[in-house]
C-alpha cells in the first residue's frame, strides 16, 4: 500500500508550505517505506508516500504528464488489475506509454476519460488528479472502499490524505472529537458510520465516490453502487461464477516485481485463495513454491477452547493445506505479553475505533511478515457473504426480537 496527502488553497502560495506537505507525508511512511515525493505550484501542493510492488524506477510519484497543453499530476495510492486491458484501449487512442507502472495507466485513464474514468478502472484505488490548466482537483475512491481517503473543507482549502493522522500534521487541522464523533466511538465503534471521519469538520470520500473541487465549489458524484437483485441462477452455474470470480481476481492480483505470498488460516476464504494461487503459478511456470504465512499464539495448543467463531484450532487444517499444496510456510507465533505491547502502536496504526487485540495481532502478523514478503493476499468475508457466522444459523439469534 502506499500513502497519499496534500491540498488546495485559493488564497496562498502554497510554494511557501512545503514543508508542511512533508510534515503531512512523513506519518504516511509506514504506508509507503520505499520513497517519498511532493509536487507543489501555487495553488495546489500534492504528496506520495509509496510502497514499490510494479515497476520502481517508473511508478515514481507524484506523476506528471501533458497533453494538449495541458498538465496533469496524479497521486495514487491503489492496485489495478485490468492493467494491460486498458494499456491497449488507451494505446488505441493516441497514448503512449513510457513504464510499466498501473500508476501511468491511471492518469492516462483520467485525461482521456476524465469524471467517468473511475468507472473503467478494475481495482482498489484512492487517487487525487490536479488539473494545472483547469484549476480542478479530482479525488477519487474504489467500489469497495478498500483504499482509504479523508479530508476537510476550510474556506477555500481544501485538504485531503489516506490517514486522519496526516491531516492532523497540518497546523490549521484541530483534533477536536465533538459529540457525534464520541458516537462513533462509543456507540458503533468498532464499525463506523460511512463517510465519518470522527474528529470534527472531517469526512471520509464515500466508497463509489468521487469528488472536484475547483473555485466554483465541491462536486461529489457517486459513479457505482451495489445492486441488491432476486438471484435466479441454479446452484451449479452459482458455483461456476463464484469459482470464475474468485479464480480471476487472485490470479490478477499475483501481478508483482516484489516477493509475494498468502495469509494462510486454514479456513475456507484463506485456503481457497492460496491453492487458486498456487495453481496460477504454477501455470504460469513459476518454479519456487508459494510463500504462506500464518499465526498462533503462545500456549494456544493447551488452552485453546472451541467456541462457536471458532470451533477447531487452525493448526491442523494450516498443515493440511501445506501438505496438499507444497508451499514454503512460515509460523509466526505471538506471545500475550507482545500482544498487550502492540495495542497502543495497533491504535496509532489504525486511527479509528478498532478491534484492539485483532489489530494488535495483524500488526504484530504483518511486521513478522514483511521481512519475507512485500505483497500478501489474504481471505477476508467468506463468512460475511456466505453466512458463516453464528447470528446468520442459530436459532437464539434468528428469533431474537431485534
Excluded at 510492488?53 to 506523476?63: A, E, K, L, R
Excluded at 496509532?348 to 478498532?354: F, I, K, S, V, Y
Aim: proline share 5%; net charge negative; with cysteine.
Amino acid at each position: 500500500m502506499c500513502g497519499i496527502a496534500g491540498w488546495i488553497d485559493w488564497e496562498r502560495d502554497l510554494t511557501r508550505e512545503v514543508s508542511v506537505l512533508e510534515a503531512m507525508t512523513e506519518t504516511l511512511a509506514c504506508r509507503g517505506p520505499d520513497e517519498s515525493g511532493h509536487w507543489v505550484t501555487r495553488h495546489a501542493a500534492l504528496g506520495q508516500r509509496r510502497l514499490i510492488v510494479i515497476d520502481p524506477v517508473g511508478g515514481v510519484q507524484p506523476m506528471v504528464r501533458e497533453r494538449g497543453g495541458s498538465r496533469f499530476v496524479l497521486t495514487y495510492n491503489g492496485e489495478l488489475y485490468n492493467t494491460a486491458e486498458l494499456r491497449r484501449e488507451l494505446e488505441a487512442l493516441g497514448y503512449a506509454f513510457t513504464t510499466r507502472s498501473d500508476t501511468e495507466v491511471v492518469l492516462a485513464a483520467y485525461m482521456a476519460w476524465g469524471e467517468r474514468a473511475p468507472e473503467k478502472l478494475n481495482g482498489i484505488f484512492a487517487f487525487a488528479v490536479w488539473d494545472e490548466r483547469g484549476q480542478r482537483l479530482f479525488l477519487a475512491r474504489d467500489r469497495f472502499g478498500i483504499k482509504p481517503l479523508f479530508y476537510q473543507v476550510r474556506g477555500g482549502t481544501l485538504l485531503f490524505a489516506s490517514e486522519l493522522k496526516a491531516l492532523l500534521a497540518h497546523p490549521e487541522v484541530e483534533p477536536v472529537v465533538d459529540a457525534e464523533g464520541l458516537l462513533e466511538i462509543f456507540a458503533l465503534g468498532p464499525a463506523r458510520t460511512p463517510g465519518h471521519g470522527i474528529f470534527r469538520g472531517i469526512r471520509e470520500l464515500l466508497p463509489g465516490h468521487y469528488l472536484v473541487c475547483d473555485r466554483q465549489g465541491l462536486r461529489q458524484v457517486h459513479y457505482w453502487r451495489l445492486e441488491s437483485r432476486p438471484h435466479t441462477d441454479d446452484p451449479a452455474t452459482t458455483v461456476t461464477t463464484v469459482r470464475d470470480l474468485l479464480a480471476d481476481a487472485v490470479r490478477r492480483q499475483l501481478v508483482s516485481d516484489v516477493p509475494l505470498g498468502t495469509l494462510l488460516s486454514g479456513g475456507l476464504d484463506s485456503s481457497a485463495v492460496t491453492a487458486l494461487a498456487a495453481r496460477a503459478l504454477a501455470e504460469a511456470g513459476r518454479e519456487a513454491p508459494l510463500r504462506t504465512f500464518s499465526v498462533d499464539y503462545e500456549g494456544n495448543d493447551r488452552f485453546f477452547q472451541p467456541n462457536d467463531f471458532q470451533p477447531e484450532a487452525d493448526a491442523p487444517y494450516v498443515d493440511l493445506m501445506v501438505r496438499t499444496l507444497g508451499t514454503r510456510h512460515r509460523v509466526v507465533r505471538l506471545s500475550t505479553a507482545a500482544l498487550v505491547e502492540a495495542l497502543a502502536r495497533a491504535v496509532t496504526a489504525r486511527d479509528l475505533p478498532g478491534m484492539a487485540d485483532i489489530d494488535a495481532s495483524l500488526l504484530l502478523f504483518c511486521e513478522a511478515i514483511r521481512r519475507d514478503v512485500t505483497v500478501a493476499l489474504s481471505g477476508e468475508c467468506a463468512d460475511e457473504v456466505f453466512c458463516g457466522y453464528p447470528w446468520f444459523f442459530r436459532d437464539d439469534a434468528l428469533r431474537a426480537d431485534t
